[in-house]
C-alpha cells in the first residue's frame, strides 16, 4: 500500500459576497480534486487543538500524527531541524521574518503592512540577513539565512520566557501594541528596532522600491522554542518515506520523524513554485520504493495572506491540475493498491489575512474502496454535510493509516 498526503495550507476559507457567498474552493475548477471526492470520502477534521494558536506547525504536527500538546515545543527549532542547525537542550531559537513596515516617527508607531516583504528572493533575503549579522550577531546570538522571508535566529543558552505575536496576525494594524512581551522583551525589541535602521535603506531594498516591491525594512522576531523531539514515524505507521516543501518548517517535522526531505529546485512556496517537480519528485519516490510521501503546497496560504481572493483561487486550480492529477496518474500506474488524503492544515480566509481555528475539509481516496457518489464535491459546506468527522488532525492521520 502506497500513502500520499497533499496538504494544501490554508486552502478552506469562508463564504465570499463578491463570488455570490460561495467559497474559493466552491468556484475553483479543480476536476481531478472533484473527482477523488466523487470516488472516496470527504469530511471535516479539527486539526488544531482547542486553546492553541491555529499555525501551521501545530497543525501539520497534527495532520501527521503527532499530538500538538505533547510534542509540540515551538515553530522555529522545527525549522532549524531543517537547516541543520543543532540545538542543545538550553538553546532557544526565534523565526525571524523580513517584514515590510510603513509610517513616519518612531519605530512603535508604524504599520505592518507585509509579513513577508513581497515574497523577497532567497537570494535578496539571505543579503540582508548577512548583513544583519555582520553588526547584530554576539557569541550567543547567531543568525541563519532560510528561505524567502523566513528565517532564524538562535541563542544559546538562551532564556525563554516571551510574549511574541506572528506577523501575519496583525497585517494592516499598528505595531505597537504587538511588540515583544515578557522580562526579556527589550533584547528582541532592541534588534527589531536595529533592523529597521539597517535595512531601510539598504540597496537591496532601494532596489525593490525602484521595482515598485515591498521593501524587507524590518526583522519581525516571533515563534520562539526550544529542541524538539519527534517519535520515529516508521515506527508509528509502519511505513517510511519523504516530506516535499518549500518551507523549513514541514522539513524540520521530517527529518525529526525520520523522513527523507525532498528538496525540488525551484521549490518557491508561492503562487510561482515549481508545482510540476513536486508532483515529478513524488512519484519518483513512491517508485523507488517509498511508501509514503507528504506533500506541502504553501500557495494558498500567502495568497490568503495577502488578500489575494483570485491568487488563492488560482493557486488551488494550479495544484489540482499539476500535483494532484498527476500524482493520482503515477499512483495508477504503480499497479498496487493507495490511498490519498487531501486537506488544508487549517483556513487562511482571505478577508482576515490570516489563520482560523475552524475545522477544515478532506477528501481521503482509497483504491481499494471506489464507491462513486456524483453530487459529492470538495468544500467546506458539502464535507460538512457529508456527517464525517474527527476531533484531531491525529485520528485522521490514525484513520488514514488504518493504525
Known sequence: MKYVIILVDGMADYKIE???????????????????????EIGMVKTIPEAMSPGSDIANL????????????????LEAASMGVDLTATDVTFRCNL?????????????????????????????????????????????????????????????????LTPPHDVLGQNIKPHLPKGPYKDIILEIMKKSYDMLKDHPVNLNRISKGLNPANSAWIWGEGKKPSLD???????????????VDLIQGIGVLAGLNPIKVEGATGTIHTNFDGKALAAVEALKNGDDFVYIHLEAPDECGHQGDLNGKIKSIELIDEKVVAPVFKGLKALEEPFRILILPDHRTPVALRTHTSDPVPYVLFDSNKISRKENQRFTEDSASESGNYFDSGVALANYFFKK
Open 18 to 40: 463578491s463570488l455570490g457567498m460561495k467559497t474559493p474552493l466552491d468556484v475553483a475548477d479543480i476536476p481531478a480534486i472533484t473527482n477523488l471526492a466523487q470516488s472516496g
Open 62 to 77: 497534527s495532520v501527521m500524527g503527532y499530538d500538538p500538546k505533547i510534542y509540540h515545543k515551538g515553530r522555529s527549532p
Open 99 to 163: 517584514v515590510t513596515l510603513e509610517g513616519d516617527g518612531p519605530y512603535e508607531s508604524k504599520t505592518i503592512t507585509d509579513h513577508s516583504a513581497g515574497d523577497i528572493s532567497t537570494e535578496e533575503a539571505k543579503i540582508l540577513i548577512e548583513h544583519l549579522a555582520a553588526e547584530l550577531e554576539t557569541d550567543d546570538i547567531k543568525y541563519y539565512p532560510g528561505v524567502s522571508y523566513r528565517h532564524l535566529i538562535l541563542w544559546k543558552n538562551g532564556p525563554y520566557d516571551y510574549d
Open 232 to 246: 520515529s514515524f516508521k515506527d508509528k505507521y509502519g511505513v517510511g518515506g519523504s516530506v516535499i516543501s518549500a
